[in-house]
């Protein structure tokens, strides 16, 4: 009689662990989806943006210089950012060039004496972009 119960009490159990793992399991699968689901509307969204942003360009316009620039440093450096540093009299200049995509931005830091200064294409900038724009990629 005893074992019988004890047989009977392990059964229960078994059956609430099993349905507690399916309702998990169910759970789980939900989460999942949903976050399948916000990955593809975004990867849609940034794909019918990038579409925007290539019927918007005209086809015959005339590249800037700095285009060229940008596209020969995307080929030469791999995608994210890169970091070079070296001196040069008595400063020390920190390279990054950023690459995203065939496009690339040369940032720069130049540490003296007299002070910090920041670059990006040749162009002073203040140091919260090239925070951004360096680190924030």
Do not use: C, H
């Not at 015959?60 to 791999?78: G, I, M, Q, V, W």
């Not at 920190?94 to 995509?101: E, K, L, S």
Request: negative net charge; glycine residues 6%.
């Amino acid at each position: 009689m005893a074992v019988a119960e004890g047989q009977e009490a392990l059964k229960v159990r078994g059956d609430d662990l099993a349905q507690d793992n399916r309702e998990q399991v169910v759970e789980t699968k939900d989460v999942l989806q949903r976050r399948d689901a916000q990955l593809s509307q975004r990867s849609t969204d940034q794909r019918l943006a990038a579409q925007e942003r290539i019927s918007s360009t005209s086809l015959n316009e005339p590249k800037d210089f700095t285009d060229y620039n940008r596209s020969k440093l995307a080929t030469e450096y791999p995608q994210g950012v890169t970091e070079e540093s070296y001196t040069e009299g008595n400063k020390v200049i920190v390279r990054r060039v950023v690459v995203d995509g065939n496009k690339a931005d040369e940032y720069s830091k130049v540490i003296a004496k007299w002070g910090t200064f920041y670059f990006r294409n040749g162009q002073s900038i203040t140091e919260m972009i090239w925070t951004n724009g360096t680190e924030g990629e």
